[in-house]
């Protein structure tokens, strides 16, 4: 079954060329099927980039899905086609009184700024209240993932003395959870992030739940008892190459920029990367739209109530 766009977003082309299964808004009209209704908060620059990189994960299920991207009203990006932001992406105020099956809360490069100093944070805090009646499961990734903590559970986020930048190993330690269906026992993912939380910080809180963890990286999938929300400081939904342009340009810059670990072969930044997440990307995607967003939304989003769903 296809994800639902808006049929003239850059992604559709990039989409179509990858043979993953696009429908646009004019066949969707004339089916009789519910889609699920997911809300992104796109936090990043790269907001095409980001784009591309979340809908490929999101297409690849027998669900019908309908994506609609969200903005900050109270931070405008720079670096970004105003007529892209105008035409595909709406503001909290224009969706605050709907119900949503699904939200995703993306990261952003604000490792170094406290979060009451950001920008836009008495905004996002507005929006994270709001899902906690409004979405039934939100999926909170790397900075976004930092900051729901922070705000939900009062967990801080410290500084790393080095940045972690690679690709990492990961175990399950709820190995029967539906999210980590059809995963292998451990399963790899990059972290690009120079920011951490205490593990103690986490299992202290009896609403979290623990999933997954890194011997290098840490605690690095989380969610609640009722599985409402879902924090992972990796980023499972990374291109190939996302890393090394990242590398690059921090090279070009010439500031002082580690190797990724375990991503060129042999560390050698001329070889091409070895992709060795992307179906632990696209499963834990899948996973999480079908087990905890399809399985137990109401079918009425607008009247009937949220409900929870522990898995």
Known sequence: MPIKIPDSLPATAVLESENIFV?????AMHQDIRPLDVLILNLMPTKIITEIQLLRKLSNTPLQVQVEFLQTASYRPR???????ETFYTTFDQVKERNFDGMIITGAPLDFIEFE????????????????????????????????LYYHYGIRKYSRDTKLFGVFPHTMEKRTSPLFRGMDDVFYAPHSRATVFHDEDIRKVPKLEVMAVSEQAGISIIKTQDSRQFFMTCHPEY???????????????????????????????SKEPIVSWRSTGQLIFSNWLNYYVYQSTP?????????????
């Not at 670096?79 to 932001?85: G, K, P, Q, S, Y």
């Not at 499961?137 to 930092?146: D, E, K, L, Q, V």
């Not at 079918?299 to 898995?311: G, I, M, T, V």
Request: aromatic fraction near 12%.
């Open 23 to 27: 429908m646009t808004e004019y066949r």
């Open 79 to 85: 670096h970004v086609d105003a007529n892209h932001l």
């Open 117 to 148: 100093d950001v920008d836009y944070w008495k905004e996002l805090c507005e929006i994270m209240e709001w899902t906690k009646t409004h979405v039934h499961s939100t999926m909170h990734i790397c900075w976004g993932a930092f900051a729901g």
């Open 239 to 269: 291109d190939a190459d996302t890393l090394a342009k990242e590398y690059y340009r921090d090279v070009e810059k010439g500031l002082a920029i580690a190797i990724p670990e375990h991503y060129f072969p042999e560390d050698d930044p």
């Open 299 to 311: 079918y009425d989003l607008q009247k009937a109530p949220l409900e929870e769903c522990s898995r």
